[in-house]
């Protein structure tokens, strides 16, 4: 099957950076997009930044400028670049791939991991 790895998350004071990895792994065909959302308590799950992988890149409006979303070096692995960190950047952050599998995973599919904790505090 196919999974996604997390890293990076954590703790900054306003104005700070992070910044978050994730990696695919399994049985891919290929990757379509991969990117990063959030999602706060009680509230529902909405778009940070994604990159397909032809390089094709798409951002909240409150991110922009601040935030950075990049494919790395490694293969089936994307960065997001997070500069200028505020309190209402705090969230649990989830990386998200549309991947076509292989095998008994085949098809197009969307795949979560399963969430990074990001807090700034002021």
């Known amino acids: 099957q196919v999974q996604l790895v997390e890293s990076g998350g954590g703790s900054v004071q306003a104005g700070g950076s992070l910044r978050l990895s994730c990696a695919a792994s399994g049985s891919i065909l290929s990757i379509s997009t991969m990117g990063w959302y959030r999602q706060a308590p009680g509230k529902q799950r909405e778009l940070v930044a994604r990159?397909?992988?032809?390089?094709?890149?798409n951002y909240a409006d409150s991110v922009k400028g601040r935030f950075t979303i990049s494919r790395a070096n490694a293969k089936n692995t994307v960065q997001l670049e997070m500069n200028s960190l505020e309190p209402e950047d705090t969230d649990v952050y989830y990386c998200g791939a549309v991947i076509y599998g292989l095998g008994s995973a085949a098809g197009l599919k969307y795949y979560w991991g399963q969430g990074t904790q990001v807090t700034v505090s002021s």
């Open positions: 990159i397909s992988m032809s390089g094709s890149t």
